[in-house]
């Protein structure tokens, strides 16, 4: 089976992350001829004296005029031995929730820096996130090397401050450092004579080695997304448990036991794709039977006997927070957990982390796009374990009660 890369580049606005990733697209012979002369023709309406890849991904009116990515675009490529998935996300601060949302599932993390201008703000924000998120590896892309003539003590300056900032936030995945140009072309697919004293990867290499294997090396964990019970004669006893296995391995004859309630039983048989089957795996989407009879439903978790997670009606998680409404203690709030929905109160907030200093800050409110800490008090249980260890059950969002909006991205620590 062809593997899957997912793949978020981020960084500070005008770093040229959709003219990286066009390059991608138009160096690995992704592109189809007529995406490639739209892009043509829109370059030479623009004005532009060269074919700008930027186009490629910039897909709304507004990204198009102003030469910005407000939106996640995402543009998917193959190779031979890959397929990538990838998300171009916004560099302006404003748009910071729209980057979470592109890294929360990435395997890895392409975080553009200018060679010239260096890290900003903003580049250390993405930078935290790519560490709160616990992102697999993050590729650092020193971008624009051609302006400051491809100097080897720069790009490693550069280097060496922006994985100092990731670790600061937090971040123990592998951390590599390309110097590239998006515009030329220089180590993206093809290696660059400008860059001799440069013996590592180039970036399309870089991306090959990210495969990240499936999480079934642990205990089962089955998030119970639909109940199905067939309504015809022929299938008056069937009751299937339908959903993702997020974790481990299920096999037929296995000890299972249902959360929170519980309740244990056997796994009679499965089914992946229509058809039934012995064993199933993480990243499957599958259907359970049980030996025994039990009282489940959407938001239930089937795990394995021999180690489940702890059911907890508190919590205290890191968050981003994604609303214009500031967050306060007191805040009621609906925390959705895998398929489990549960009401929720905003019990204190203990810290905002001050990205521009790497400082921890004592704070009373959260505004948007602040990464802090928070404490809630649940109105039921949840099976969760910390982030680190399952981003699947360590992971959670807050949704407004009234409005139902997603306003925070939470990890359990």
Same mark, same amino acid.
């Given at each position: ?37 739209h892009v043509e023709e829109a370059s030479r309406r623009r004005g532009f004296g060269r074919t700008e890849l930027a186009l490629l991904t910039d897909g709304l009116r ?22 990538f998935i990838l998300a171009d996300t916004p560099g302006h601060v404003q748009y910071t929730r729209n980057m979470v949302t592109g890294a929360s599932t990435a395997d ?7 060679? @010239? ?5 903003? /580049? ?6 790519? $560490?709160? =998120?616990? &992102?697999?590896? *993050? +590729? ?5 090397m051609d302006r400051v003539a491809f100097d080897r003590v720069r790009y490693e300056v550069l280097v060496a401050d922006a994985e100092r900032w990731y670790r600061t ?35 399309? @290499? ?5 495969? /990240? ?6 205990? $089962?964990? =089955?998030? &119970?997304?639909? *109940? +199905? ?185």
């Open positions: 089976m062809t593997a899957v890369v997912r793949v978020a580049t981020a960084g500070s606005v005008d770093d040229g992350k959709s003219t990286l990733i066009g390059r991608l697209l138009f160096d690995s012979k992704s592109l189809m001829t007529d995406q490639l002369d507004a990204e198009r005029e102003q030469g910005i990515t407000i939106d996640v675009a995402w543009r998917y490529f193959a190779t031979a031995d890959r397929r890895v993390a392409i975080v553009l820096l200018d060679a @010239e201008r260096g890290a900003t703000d903003q /580049t250390r924000r993405h930078l935290f996130i790519a $560490a709160l =998120l616990a &992102v697999p590896r *993050v +590729i650092l892309a020193v971008n624009k936030g937090g971040g123990t995945a592998p951390v590599l450092g390309v110097p590239l140009s998006a515009l030329r072309g220089d180590n993206v697919v093809d290696r660059s004579a400008e860059t001799p004293w440069y013996a590592g990867p180039t970036l399309m @290499e870089a991306l090959h080695e990210s495969v /990240t294997p499936p999480d079934d090396h642990g205990p $089962a964990r =089955l998030p &119970v997304q639909w *109940v +199905i019970r067939p309504q015809d004669e022929a299938h008056h006893d069937y009751r299937g448990l339908a959903g993702r296995l997020a974790a481990g391995t299920l096999s037929v004859g296995d000890d299972v036991i249902v959360m929170p309630a519980g309740h244990t039983s056997k796994v009679a048989r499965l089914e992946s794709g229509g058809a039934r089957v012995e064993c199933v795996r993480a990243g499957e989407s599958i259907v359970v039977q049980l030996k025994d009879d039990l009282d489940v439903s959407r938001g239930d978790l089937v795990c394995s006997l021999a180690s489940p997670p702890p059911a907890v009606e508190f919590l205290e998680v890191d968050v981003c927070w994604l609303s214009s409404t500031i967050l306060r203690p007191g805040a009621r709030l609906t925390v959705k957990h895998t398929t489990r929905r549960v009401k929720a109160v905003v019990e204190e907030i203990v810290h905002r982390r001050d990205v521009t200093e790497g400082a921890i800050e004592v704070a009373h409110q959260l505004s948007l796009n602040d990464l802090g800490r928070i404490k809630l008090r649940l109105a039921g249980p949840v099976c969760v374990e910390p982030y680190a260890e399952s981003r699947a059950l360590g992971s959670l969002l807050l949704i407004d009660e009234a409005s139902a909006d997603t306003v925070g991205a939470a990890m359990v620590r």
